[in-house]
Every structure is written in C-alpha cells, then in structure tokens.
C-alpha cells in the first residue's frame, strides 16, 4: 500500500492478502480513500470484496494498464513498494473508474458456470479416452470399469450443477430468466450463460468518481 503524504513522498506499507491483514489495511486508510489496485485473478477478489463491503471506493485495473503507465515514465524498478506507489500514481494521473463489486448472486452463479464449464471439459477428455481404447484388440477391465466410473460421476456432477445454476437464475434474476427463456429457442444453458454476460457488461457502466487519495 502507498499513500501520498500531505507533503512530498509515500507512506508505503505492507499487509498480508487474508481477512486480518485486509482488515488493518482498511483501518490505516485516510477518509474518502480511493484505492487502486490491480486485477490479479483470484487473488484480487478478497480485498476488492472487503473493501467493497467496507465501502471504500476502489478502481480495479487491468495489468497492461499499469504496465504500460510505467513505461511510460521509465519506470522499470519491480518491486511491492514500487508496485505500490506507481498504482498510486497511476489513480492519480488517469482518475481511473470506480469499480462496482459484483452483487452475491451473480459472485456465485459465475463460480458454479465456471466449474460447470471445468467438468464439461473433463467429461469430454475422459469420453474421447474411452473411445480411443475401444478398437484395441484386448482392453483392460479395470481400466474399462474406472473410466465408466469417472464419465458418470462427471455426468452427475453437471446436471447438478445445470438444476443449480438454473435455481439462481429463477430465484435472484427471476425476470431476465423469464424474458429470456420466453423467447423462441433460447434454452436453460442460453438463458443462464445470458444473465451472466449481460450483468458483467452492466458493471462496465460506471460513473467516474476521484477522490484524491491512492493505494497500491
């Protein structure tokens, strides 16, 4: 984390990517903070989410986009601290969006689509497996046995996962589920993969907001 001082410089400090290290973080944060940080997969969901519920404006940025920013002022020291402090700088300069977290439903119905889309993959390896064995001239049956195991165990897990997603759907996004599967040809799958897409391209509509205070 790097703060700009009142004066000239950076208060920079570090704390651990967990629940209590995030909690001490957003205690150390000035008033009317507005945090910068980069978009690192799974490891930028915790903060973004405790800073959200902790309502701290934040703005969360591609890589590229600081990467680039450093090269543009030459900046090609890589360390946590200067990582800091070029996002800080960044926030400053550019007045990046404010980022808007994904509400709890849509947060779940996107894991259960991503590991649905996981399994249907591993089905699908595991099915083309089985039928490469089938013209051998003398086939294992243990062999047989634990790949018949594992395809219907995968087949198992989808359908599950296909009446959960649709629950979601029907319960918290109810009337675009209804709209949308009220049109001709447009089935669960379709349905459920539209509600995801429209809601992630809905929170790419975000006011602009600078508040004057930085954090990486």
């Known amino acids: 984390m790097a703060i700009p001082k009142l004066t000239a410089g950076w208060k920079v400090s570090s704390y651990a990517n967990s629940p209590d290290g995030i909690h001490s973080l957003i205690n150390q944060l000035p008033e009317q903070a507005h945090c910068v940080l980069e978009a690192t997969g799974s490891y930028s969901v915790l903060v973004t989410y405790m800073l959200s519920q902790a309502k701290v404006i934040i703005s969360v940025i591609n890589p590229k986009q600081s990467h680039h920013f450093a090269k543009m002022h030459l900046s090609i020291t890589k360390t946590d601290p200067s990582d800091a ?48 064995f089938q013209p051998l001239p003398l086939k294992d049956a243990t ?52 509600i995801e897409t429209t809601n992630r391209c809905a929170e790419a509509w975000l006011s602009r907001l600078w508040i004057g205070q930085g954090l990486g």
């Open 85 to 132: 402090v070029l996002l800080s700088e960044y926030g400053r300069s550019i007045q990046p969006l404010v980022y808007q977290m994904s509400n709890k439903s849509l947060m779940l119905l996107r894991q259960k689509r991503t590991l649905l889309r996981q399994y249907q993959k591993q089905r699908v390896v595991l099915l083309n497996l089985f039928e490469s």
């Open 143 to 194: 062999v047989q046995h634990s790949l018949q195991q594992m395809i219907a165990h995968f087949q198992a897990a989808i359908a599950q996962l296909k009446a959960e997603i649709n629950q979601v759907c029907q319960a918290d996004f109810t009337e675009q589920y209804k709209r949308l599967r009220s049109i001709k040809g447009i089935s669960d799958a379709v349905a459920t993969a539209l």
